[in-house]
């Protein structure tokens, strides 16, 4: 057998460093968590035990022996964690314990703001693992063995938590790991066996493993109930214990908006228990970032990340799936391909969108924290989930020209809007400002027609496929030849433009010709002068940018000047003479309309010579 390597002493990563500092200092009130993590993790390892011996049965002779072991030892001042699970190897310990890979921590650190009283407040909102043993004890040592290894590999790891840890060559008889702490004077309350068993009930409960408490006078004796919460009927669980669980489950100390928690009987054997976050998390715009729901199949363990469940749009849910279906041994392939699985997911999918539904209805101000949170993510669904469109649209949430200030739903437009309106209007903007000042709705405003105001950086490719809601047809008001309600045009042009007023569009259609396909009077506008109109196929402004930013060649198509034949300034166009003159008033006429849309000028520098131009010509 190789020789065991001796003791090495490493120097913790600069972030773990930063943590420890933080959190022995900022942490003070809350010391009691430690134990939660720590039990967490001991949690965690049976767990993936028992997954692990679903391939190699030799590492688990017996599934009743997963269980954890707690000891206090009030003369050595020592608590210990005690798992009977996977166990570390020595390089999978100084990979864990030295460096911050994993995911309640990493996701602590990516939150930092380099601001101490900050970073105080955010370190209570987030499971901060391992480390948090520091705040009570100084001294934290770990043995530790990987249970496909000899009793000879198992390892010690130990450290103070100030800047350095050391690895060296240990003894164990059982696979697993043992976290031993020495607690510091100041935390004796935690040698307390009462008060022990109470976290272990307030924290721990719903763990699917025995948790056994010892002290050197009496045997160890069971303190949880040991059984998976979602196992247990619905009207048994008490509120707290489903927010215990779900910081249990996904780090997140914020509270969950809403869950939902369902036994599904029959043909299909599964519960889920599904959790609405209130916070979305930093990579939610990464749709490859690591997402899904933890996989159980009987009870047993499969994947935290089970991303088949549910759709890409509804990846922000967290919770559980335990399956009494799946084959024990289910892979990514099988999980991919399985029929079942399927038709689960499209249950949960249903089941999610419901689940919403309720909360618009019984909470309106946490659904409003949710639209702020995941609103964008939601919208993903309408190009992704067709079977689903209108139950989401139902449950989107716009700014409008009524309401600038507080969201409204598609029900409620509908069912303020005119009889004789057949349409939904919108207008997609940079920003909801830009929208509720655009040129575009100035018609719809004078006569009182509602309008979405829409701004998220992907409302044109969502809106896209929403082309009706409840039978009424959406348009997008800054595109196409505008019919209002109420007598087809607006009444002003109503009648066929005169002799002169042809002229003045033919002349400017030359002016710009290298910008605009055509020049024709608006029925849109009131106080501007000029705005500029798209295809109605054409791309929008959005989807330009977006494909402009990877790389992709744009069709080459241009839009429409809509001008407002009653506006001062296209009166002062038309009787102006000076042909150079007028290109340049009508270049200006062109950027203002763009300008006043909220959008960016191609060439500003321009601009702003044309005007001074202009200005100095009036005033000479
Ligand atoms: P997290 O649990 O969020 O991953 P922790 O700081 O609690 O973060 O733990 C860090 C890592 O250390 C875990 O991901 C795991 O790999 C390892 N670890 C901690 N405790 C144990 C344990 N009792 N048994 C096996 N591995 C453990
Ligand atoms: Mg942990």
Not at 41 to 56: H, K, M, V
Not at 305 to 315: C, D, G, M, T
Request: proline letters at 4%.
């Amino acid at each position: 057998m190789a020789e065991a390597p001796a003791t090495e002493t490493f120097g913790f990563q600069a972030e773990v460093k930063q943590l420890l500092r933080l959190m022995v200092h900022s942490l003070y009130s809350d010391r009691e968590i430690f134990l939660r993590e720590l039990i967490s993790n001991a949690s965690d390892a049976n767990d993936r035990l028992r997954f692990e011996s679903l391939q190699q049965p030799e590492l688990l002779d017996d599934a009743a022996s997963l269980e954890i072991l707690i000891e206090i030892d009030a003369e050595a001042r020592t608590i210990t964690v005690a798992d009977t699970g996977i166990g570390m190897s020595r390089e999978e310990i100084i990979e864990q314990l030295g460096t911050i890979a994993h995911s309640g921590t990493g996701r602590f650190l990516e939150n930092l703001t380099g601001d101490q009283k900050k970073d105080s407040q955010l370190i209570g909102q987030f499971g901060v693992g391992f480390y948090s043993a520091f705040i009570v004890a100084n001294e934290v040592t770990v043995v530790s063995r990987r249970a496909d290894l000899p009793a000879d590999a198992a390892v010690a790891w130990i450290s103070s938590g100030e800047g350095e840890y050391s690895v060296g060559p240990a003894g164990k008889e059982r696979p697993g790991t043992r976290v031993t702490l020495k607690l510091k004077d100041d935390a004796a309350e935690f040698l307390d066996e009462h008060r022990i068993r109470s976290l272990i009930r307030k924290y721990s409960d719903h763990v699917g493993f025995p948790i056994r408490l010892k002290t050197p006078d009496k045997d160890a004796e069971q303190v949880n109930r040991a059984r998976a919460l979602w196992t247990r009927p619905r009207g048994e669980i008490k509120n707290e214990e489903y927010l215990e669980f779900y910081r249990h489950v996904t780090h997140d100390f914020a509270e969950p908006l809403t869950f939902s928690h369902n036994k599904v009987e029959g043909k299909r054997e599964y519960t889920s228990l599904l959790y609405v976050p209130s916070v979305a998390p930093m990579d939610l715009w990464n749709r490859e970032a690591p997402r899904g729901i933890k996989l159980y199949v009987q009870r047993v363990f499969i994947t935290d990340h089970a991303a088949e469940f549910l759709p890409l749009y509804l990846r922000f849910i967290r919770g559980v799936v335990d399956s009494n279906d799946l084959s024990l041994n289910v892979s990514r392939e099988m999980l991919q391909q399985d029929p079942a699985i399927a038709a689960m997911r499209s249950a949960l999918t249903k089941r999610v969108l419901d689940m919403l539904e309720r909360l618009t209805d019984e909470d309106p101000a946490k659904y409003s924290t949710f639209w702020s949170q995941f609103g964008p993510t939601l919208k993903e669904g309408l190009a992704e989930d067709a079977a689903n469109r209108e139950k989401i649209a139902a449950l989107i949430r716009f700014r409008t020209t009524r309401s600038e200030q507080e969201d409204r739903s598609l029900d409620a437009y509908l069912a303020d809007k005119d009889a004789s309106q057949d349409r939904i209007y919108y207008l997609i903007s940079e920003s909801a400002a830009a929208a509720a000042a655009s040129p575009h709705l100035e018609a719809f405003r004078d006569r009182n027609i509602e309008a979405l105001l829409l701004a998220d950086r992907i409302d044109e490719w969502a809106l896209n496929y929403l082309t009706e809601y409840k039978g009424i047809a959406l348009k997008d008001v800054s595109r196409g030849e505008l019919e209002l309600p109420d007598g087809g045009k607006a009444p002003e042009i109503q009648a066929e433009p005169d002799k002169e007023q042809k002229d003045l569009l033919k002349r400017l259609k030359r002016a710009l010709r290298d910008k605009v396909e055509e020049v024709r009077p608006s029925p849109r506008l009131r106080e501007s002068a000029a705005c500029i109109v798209l295809g109605e196929q054409d791309l929008g402004y959005q989807m330009k940018e977006m494909l402009k930013a990877v790389g992709q060649a744009l069709p080459e198509t241009k839009p429409s000047l809509e001008i407002n034949l009653e506006h001062p300034l296209i009166a002062r166009l038309a009787a102006e003479g000076d042909q150079d003159r007028f290109a340049k008033l009508a270049h200006l006429v062109y950027d203002q309309a763009v300008l006043a849309e909220g959008r960016q000028l191609e060439d500003p520098a321009r601009f702003v010579r044309l005007l001074n131009e202009l200005l100095f010509d009036a005033g000479g």
